[in-house]
């Protein structure tokens, strides 16, 4: 009997150690920054200093609104440091999915077995949909934990619908990689596409918010689309995660469709 | 019954570049069939096209009966496939690589599965990243054969096996053909399709140059033929010689008889083609000794490689070098 989804287990089982090992980054900085709110954001002397910062700078970083628990969380956490780790996890996953491993030569293998091509591409960005799923319920629960003891005053509907946004977002580093893995068969091409994705929409979003002159850069971004209206203090923009999770669908499409129709492995 | 494999004016470009220019040829069922060429003959090309890894420029392909553009997954699920390079993971075991394979194109057997790992002489449990390369290739054929595939299509199978595995795996050949399967196997080496197949197809710039049974190539090929012939004179011998159809660079010299020995004629010549002829006349002489060495197939394919470009004006070679001249 053909085993249920054998692609999709085994990319889940084959990953488990780097699944292991991007959860422990993201939990070791989520328990080193939002500990430290009621001492840095929460101080009128970290006000102060942030403040005296030049505009251009606290708006670039998201410091704007840092003197709330849900505006420290999302410039710390949701808009840095766990922006960054989940993009990388997302975007190694997806150049892995398909160009990483026709590069190695081992999806030519793997498809003169009883497979499709298509079947190839869905189960693996399954895989990487259920890696991405896991890693951020391991992020809102420990906000959850931590919301109390570190004064964070989140209100949990608002945190739900900041992960949302917060795994959509890094989803779309991880399809673009996925698509361009499937489109080229390239794992360099991949990671540049899933990187720019990530990069991009965060320089596009830092430099929109500098100026009305340059506010038609934020439409380019998808970190803006996400983060624009500060969802852990207002709540979720649903139709931005849809929006967001709909791109990540047609790239995946898109790489079923690519890979349906090319030579593998020349 | 039909045709286990089909190729009609098969065409492959990548790019500007043709590297098949238009393959014809057919496999019985429960046949083997070997491809030999030169490296970058296309006879990975031609593989990877039956496996649907890569498409035709042009020209059809009847893979048991279907066409593999299409059929999907059913159609694969009754080949077995050896890639010529062969990559594995590193972080698993030849078991659990199996196992994957076996749950994509199952069934299989466990029990075939550890029959095969020893025959093959190859420890399932080992982590596939230590395995020396000839372990790699003992794992890439089992993941072939274990799912008793109608069709195995092996690229350079034997490469990197030691000669007492090499035979386990001609025996193996041997087994599924009997029972019913068939064998499309590639080598660079003469001697290895020579061992295994029934049918030769040589391949060169992509171009089929002949397809001939081994028994005809054998026919063809050339025999160092040796012997000593007591009480005759060299003229006799030569005139003999000279009889059999297929004899060529005779070189006789007389041996002067002493008190111990009687004089005698010894001759060296080449043979090619049948043997029964030649015999028929030197029976007719007093041997003291006869040799008559093993065909060699190589030289038989070298002649047939040269020889059948020098007698088609419009052959693939001579295809290919207009292909380059464009792309210079």
Redesign the interface.
Known sequence: ???FL??FT?ALT?SWRSTLAWALGLTGAIMLYLPLYPSIGGSAQMQQMIDALPQEMTKALNYDQIATGPGYTQATMFGLIGFLLMSMASVGWGAAAVGGDEE???L?????????RIQVVLERALALVVRVGILSALVFLLVLVLNGPSKLDIDVGHLFGAVVLFAALALLSGTAALCVGALTGRKVYAIAAGAAVAVLGYVFNAVGRQSPDVDWLLNLSPYHWAYGNSPITNGADWGAAAGLLGISAALIALGAVALQR????? | MTQAIVVEGLRKK?GQREVLHGLDFAVEPGTVFGVIGPNGAGKTTTM?CL?????PSAGTISVLGRDPRRA???L??R?G?L?G?????N??TGRRMLE??A?????VEPKYVNELAERLDLDLDRQTRKLSKGNKQKL?LL?AFMHRPELLVLDEPTSGLDPLVQQEFHALVREVVDGGATVFLSSHVLSEVQQAADTVAILRDGGIVTISTVEALRNAAVRQLRFNAAGAEANDVGALLARVPGVANVVLRELPGDGAAEAAVEATATLSGQVQPLVQELARLNLKNLVLEEPDLEEAVLTLYTGHYVGNGNGHKSVSHTEGAHHA
């Open positions: 009997m053909p085993r054998p692609l085994k084959d190695s030569g081992l030519e293998l793997t498809l003169a077995h009883s497979v499709t090319r030579d593998v492995g020349v | 990548f990877r496996l649907d890894i890569i498409r999907g997954t059913g694969r699920r080949i496939y890639p390079e062969l990559h594995l993971e972080r698993t994957h394979f749950a994509i194109s199952g069934p890439g993941q």
